[in-house]
């Protein structure tokens, strides 16, 4: 079993007790019978998710009462939560992963006597393992938005440089290459969006990527099994700590004095700067890959999966996951079972990719990319996805966003904004 699997398996036993109950509800619930009416909610476009629906219907007349409501993004959660407690929410609906934790205790656990943990694990990317306990699965993997490294050819060739970076050094030998400056060392042109916060929209998932990718995978499980924060830990017999070492190399190319400096606070957002072809590597998610093709069909670019530490055999990349979830207030609890089991099968998963153009969240969807280089790489990406169980998503964005400026502007050394970053994450964990 792996690192990742450990440390995602049990990250839920405080609701045992609640678990218990379910499983004695899900004798009977689980059963058999039919379908009937069922009720998803989501924040996915409602012809995209509605159009797959609709040629699901065609083949499975068990979809024919099934009804999808797209929410809006910035109350979804609220709506949700709400929803739930007044009893007028969804059978269904779509989780992200990093909002899996806050809506632990409001789902029902798919318990492994119906979709085996085998099963689970041979059919979905690794990332699905968040949705794991040791009692089921939270929620079924539904899609899979990975991190990539898009890079501006012209300004990597006009460098003399071929190929984008595969390891996060060669990065310092190339921003001198590509970064310029004026008169009043403003950036004018720079190699890589690293260092910031505020307009690097992505700057939480590259930090999270270096995180894992040196070692600390933040969120685990203390010696008796309850979730509990681990970022900050130094390995027994390590020399450096890896939280340290990714914050110190995440932030140097924000410091004026070096000679990776590439990015400061006063640039444009990164995809701004990138569409407008004066960035010459964005780290951003497959998602954006249209939107950049639409903002410039004239920009010379492509993609490629995220530089790694060299010498590591682990290859990690951040990724969106997002699941269906059952919810615990549900009206139709089997009728939910059922449409979230035919809508991560293998067959709707195909549909649900190609309508959003990302990847395939199961592992046994083929793609033809011969004639889409993109869609090879976001495969790529996709199976080397990791995340994390993030108690809070708006806490732990205000606690990135402080180890990041306390370093940049001077405030904080590395290894004191990973010490203050770990106590704030242990505050934004819950007692349960």
Same mark, same amino acid.
């Given at each position: 079993?792996?690192?990742?699997?450990?440390?995602?398996?049990?990250?839920?036993?405080?609701?045992?007790?609640?678990?218990? &109950?379910? =499983?004695?509800? =899900?004798? /009977?619930?689980?059963?058999?019978? &039919?379908?009937?009416? $069922?009720?998803?909610?989501?924040?996915?476009?409602?012809?995209?998710?509605?159009?797959?629906?609709?040629?699901?219907?065609?083949?499975?007349?068990?979809?024919?009462?099934?009804?999808?409501?797209?929410?809006?993004?910035?109350? @979804? #959660?609220?709506?949700?939560?709400?929803?739930?407690?007044?009893?007028?929410?969804?059978?269904?609906?779509?989780?992200?992963?990093?909002?899996?934790?806050?809506?632990?205790?409001?789902?029902?656990?798919?318990?492994?006597?119906?979709?085996?943990?085998?099963?689970?694990?041979?059919?979905?990317?690794?990332?699905?393992?968040? =949705?794991?306990?040791?009692? &089921?699965?939270?929620?079924?993997?539904?899609?899979?938005?990975? %991190?990539?490294?898009?890079?501006?050819?012209?300004?990597?060739?006009?460098?003399? $440089?071929?190929?984008? +970076?595969?390891?996060?050094?060669?990065?310092?030998?190339?921003?001198?290459?590509?970064?310029?400056?004026?008169?009043?060392?403003?950036?004018?042109?720079?190699?890589?969006?690293?260092?910031?916060?505020?307009?690097?929209?992505?700057?939480?998932?590259?930090?999270?990527?270096?995180?894992?990718?040196?070692?600390?995978?933040?969120?685990?499980?203390?010696?008796?099994?309850?979730?509990?924060?681990?970022?900050?830990?130094?390995?027994? &017999?390590?020399?450096?700590?890896?939280?340290?070492?990714?914050?110190?190399? @995440?932030?140097?190319?924000?410091?004026?004095?070096?000679?990776?400096?590439?990015?400061?606070?006063?640039?444009?957002?990164?995809?701004?700067? =990138?569409?407008?072809?004066?960035?010459?590597?964005?780290?951003?998610?497959?998602?954006? @890959?249209?939107?950049?093709?639409?903002?410039?069909?004239? %920009?010379?670019?492509?993609?490629?999966?995220? +530089?790694?530490?060299? /010498?590591?055999?682990?290859?990690?990349?951040?990724?969106?996951?997002?699941?269906?979830?059952?919810?615990?207030?549900?009206?139709? $609890?089997?009728?939910?079972?059922?449409?979230?089991?035919?809508?991560?099968?293998?067959?709707?998963?195909?549909?649900?990719?190609?309508?959003?153009?990302?990847?395939?969240?199961?592992?046994?969807?083929?793609?033809?990319?011969?004639?889409?280089?993109?869609?090879?790489?976001?495969?790529?990406?996709?199976?080397?996805?990791?995340?994390?169980?993030?108690? #809070?998503?708006? /806490?732990?964005?205000?606690?990135?966003?402080?180890?990041?400026?306390?370093?940049?502007?001077?405030?904080?050394?590395?290894?004191?904004?990973?010490?203050?970053?770990?106590?704030?994450?242990?505050?934004?964990?819950?007692?349960?």
């Amino acid at each position: 079993m792996s690192t990742f699997q450990i440390v995602v398996l049990g990250i839920f036993s405080s609701l045992i007790l609640i678990g218990i &109950g379910v =499983f004695a509800a =899900f004798g /009977g619930v689980f059963s058999s019978g &039919g379908v009937g009416a $069922v009720t998803i909610w989501g924040t996915v476009d409602q012809q995209i998710v509605g159009g797959v629906i609709d040629a699901l219907e065609s083949e499975d007349k068990s979809f024919e009462a099934v009804t999808y409501v797209k929410k809006d993004p910035l109350t @979804y #959660s609220a709506d949700l939560v709400n929803a739930m407690a007044s009893g007028s929410g969804p059978d269904l609906f779509l989780v992200a992963g990093d909002e899996l934790y806050s809506f632990s205790d409001k789902v029902l656990t798919i318990p492994y006597s119906v979709i085996p943990q085998g099963s689970f694990l041979a059919s979905f990317v690794d990332e699905g393992q968040l =949705f794991l306990t040791r009692e &089921g699965a939270l929620a079924l993997p539904f899609t899979i938005d990975p %991190l990539v490294m898009y890079w501006n050819r012209d300004l990597l060739a006009g460098a003399g $440089v071929a190929s984008p +970076p595969q390891f996060w050094n060669d990065f310092f030998t190339l921003a001198p290459k590509i970064t310029s400056l004026d008169a009043r060392s403003n950036v004018k042109k720079s190699a890589v969006a690293l260092g910031e916060w505020r307009n690097i929209p992505t700057a939480k998932a590259m930090l999270s990527t270096l995180f894992m990718q040196a070692g600390d995978y933040i969120v685990g499980q203390d010696n008796v099994g309850n979730t509990a924060i681990i970022f900050g830990t130094t390995p027994e &017999g390590a020399t450096t700590n890896p939280a340290e070492s990714a914050l110190r190399f @995440y932030t140097e190319f924000a410091n004026p004095t070096k000679s990776g400096y590439s990015w400061n606070r006063s640039l444009p957002l990164a995809p701004d700067m =990138f569409v407008a072809g004066d960035l010459a590597v964005y780290f951003g998610f497959a998602s954006e @890959y249209g939107e950049i093709t639409k903002r410039n069909p004239n %920009l010379r670019f492509s993609v490629a999966t995220l +530089p790694q530490i060299e /010498g590591n055999s682990t290859r990690i990349a951040y990724g969106n996951i997002v699941g269906l979830a059952i919810a615990r207030s549900a009206k139709n $609890v089997q009728g939910a079972l059922a449409i979230a089991q035919k809508l991560s099968s293998k067959s709707a998963v195909a549909l649900i990719s190609g309508a959003l153009s990302l990847p395939p969240v199961r592992r046994d969807v083929s793609l033809d990319t011969n004639a889409n280089a993109a869609a090879g790489v976001f495969a790529q990406s996709a199976l080397i996805a990791r995340g994390w169980l993030d108690p #809070s998503r708006a /806490g732990s964005d205000e606690v990135f966003k402080n180890m990041i400026e306390s370093v940049v502007s001077g405030k904080s050394t590395p290894a004191t904004a990973v010490a203050e970053g770990t106590q704030a994450l242990e505050q934004l964990l819950p007692r349960r």
